[in-house]
């Protein structure tokens, strides 16, 4: 008997009269949905939070505009007077009106590029002092008609008692001047003598308090108040309508939520059975409406969905069901049909874009496959009429277009042939530029490529011949000297027999030796970065953490020398593009200059600043020799600071960071300001992520 029963029940479930049945049910829940959420959105009906009238939304837009208009008259306009004397133009309108005068400027031939943006700054000023002065007039012109339009508004309210005053002009709409007075009424807010009293206290700890309330903090509290009260004429009707609508709002929700409920259990009901005649049934059971392509059905969805929104919310409200339910019918099955596709795995099979590039793909393939050339120019022949056919209403562009591409190779292949012919006659800088991606461009690249290839050899041989040059010319400047002193205290030693001098020689010696190695190393150091033979490897640097770590490295160095080093930089992270090992051998050079070179006891300053697309990092401090050589001398090698060359640097130092800096695709400069040293390092910029 139970067996049958659930025979009877399973049959039932799927019958067609049920699912048509479930289906109305579920329209009619979406509609009666959508049909609350319309209601709710005419009616300008919401549900608020708020326990009460003067902790709801409702009040916190009624005041807001009384509370705006008068903060904005005692705080900003004043008077007529006030505003045409021109105290009433912000600081802020005066930038906007110089900033749409000074764009004019910039886009006009009296800008001179050549000057500083100060400079040009002053000159607008000067040439556009009249028509600066007329715009801030217009600008007056139009703040004495809002002020007036302020005034106006604020006559019409009626219910809310209004006084405020800067301590010379007053807005009032009663005989009301005093807090005492106003305290008199069931609700008031009275601003002042740096104090505020809000009544009742509800309205304080309502969550849209500061809505109407914020420009309040704006005025001056030693000469501004404010007193606004509400009449129980006023507050009455919007207790009472608030208390209504909330009612509503609360019936809207509950039949909302009841429907939506309804909604998704007759949904979920279809989902199950739609396509299939019993629990059993294996296969997915399609209709008419079902062989309509999945992507044309959901750009119908989409488009109905649309329609009913621009034709319910914005014209025909009053004929709501006449739209809404045979458009939810169609949607419903629409979206049902899709459900029907997913269940049956054809959800991207069943679509025009899908077969449509099926058979284009097998039709390519076929070609292809067949790989015979007469066949491939047969259907290239076939097939150009067919598109000129079917095209045949654009025909002029599509003409056009061949010829455009016909016409743009033609070019490319030209712009090549000139290329090469340079670039035969040595021209190794010139690059063949080809748009696209086709077989001209590759050409091109590979031609650049090999004239890259060229260039860079040309370039390592020059540099070659350069470096062997400066050895020869510069290496025996400061070599000369060690040595000439290893050779005498050599000699020196052949003919002396007294154990204490022959220590003494050999100490020099050593020094000497090691003297004579640390200027070969610099030398070399040299000689590698300024030829670009060290390889580079870009990445993100925090240059400021890098800067912390370096001078905690040399704290001892520091120490000794008695410098005070001060690091200022900007506040959030900044990011340099360069190799990490190289930039920080550049800055260990510049730590070493100072340390040879500054003046002990003295404040070394290093600067970190974010300049747009670069960073710049300046290192300064106070010299202990007499500076009186140019900062182009002091960047040639084997040049020092110190004249008399008493001190132990190699004068490399300077042009093996500048050398390093370059390679990572970055500039150095020094200048000298009397005893001032500056080194500058601009580096390119990594974004913050």
Known sequence: MYGELGIKLKNI???????????????????CIAKALIDLEY??????????????????????????????????????????????LTKEDSRVIEDELYNDYYASNEYNHDLKEADNRRIFKE???????????????????????????????????????DGEHVFSN?????????????????????????YPNRVVESAYYDFFTYRVDALNPQTDVMYVAYTDAFLQPKIQEWEANQAKAQKFLNESIAFLIGFIVSFI???????????????????VVDKLYNDLNIVIVGCLMSMWFVLNVEMFRDNYLLLTVPI??????????????????????????????????????????????????????????????????????????????????????????????????GDLHHRIEVEGKGEFSRLAANINNITDGLKKSVDSEIKSERLKTELITNVSHDIRTPLTSIITFVDLLKIENDPEKIAEYIDV????????????????????????????????????????????EMDE??????????????????????????????????????FKYAQPASRVYIDVEDVGNEIHVTFKNISAYELNISADELMERFKRGDESRSSQGSGLGLSIAESLIHIQHGKFFIQVDGDLFKSMIYLPKFPNE
């Open 43 to 88: 009616d300008r009906v919401y549900l608020d939070n708020a326990d009460n009238y003067f902790e709801s939304q409702a009040f916190a837009e009624e005041s807001y505009g009384i509370y705006t208009m008068l903060t904005a008259l005692i705080g900003t306009y004043k008077s007529e007077e006030y505003i045409l004397s021109g105290k009433a």
């Open 269 to 287: 009901y279809l989902m199950i059975v739609i396509g299939k005649t019993s629990f059993t049934d294996k296969n997915i059971h399609f209709h």
């Open 13 to 31: 479930s799927h019958a067609r009269i049920t699912k048509m049945l479930v289906f109305l049910i579920a329209v009619v829940c979406l509609t």
């Open 328 to 425: 939810f019918i169609i949607v419903l099955l629409l979206i049902l049909s899709l459900v029907k596709h997913i269940k049956n795995r054809t959800i991207f099979s069943h679509t025009l874009i899908y077969q449509m590039l099926k058979k284009i793909v097998l039709l390519v393939k076929h070609v292809f496959d067949s790989g015979s050339m007469g066949v491939k120019i047969v259907l290239f022949v076939i097939g150009y009429p067919i598109v000129v056919v079917a095209t045949f209403f654009m025909f002029p562009i599509t003409m056009g277009l061949v010829a455009w591409f016909a016409l743009k190779k033609v070019k490319s292949f030209n712009r090549i042939k000139e290329g090469v012919e340079l670039i035969k006659n």
């Open 557 to 594: 160095k520091i120490e000794a020398s008695a410098l005070d080093v001060k690091l200022a930089h900007p506040t959030e992270k900044v990011y340099v593009k360069a190799d990490g090992k190289l930039l920080w051998r550049s800055i260990e050079n510049l730590f070493s200059n100072i």
């Open 174 to 198: 009663s005989e009301l001047n005093q807090r005492e007075q106003f305290e008199a009424y069931d609700a008031y807010a009275l601003f002042g003598d740096y104090q505020q009293k809000v």
């Open 509 to 552: 010696l050593d020094q000497k030796s090691k003297r004579l190695k640390h200027l070969t190393d610099d030398l070399f150091e040299a000689a590698k970065a300024s030829s670009g033979s060290i390889p580079v490897q870009v990445e993100r640097i925090d240059i400021v953490s890098l800067l912390t770590q370096g001078i905690g």
């Open 127 to 165: 040439i556009y002092a009249d028509d600066i002065k007329q715009k801030k007039e217009k600008r007056a012109q139009m703040q004495v008609k809002e002020f007036y339009q302020l005034v106006n508004t604020l006559e019409k309210y009626e219910g809310i008692v209004y006084y405020a005053s």
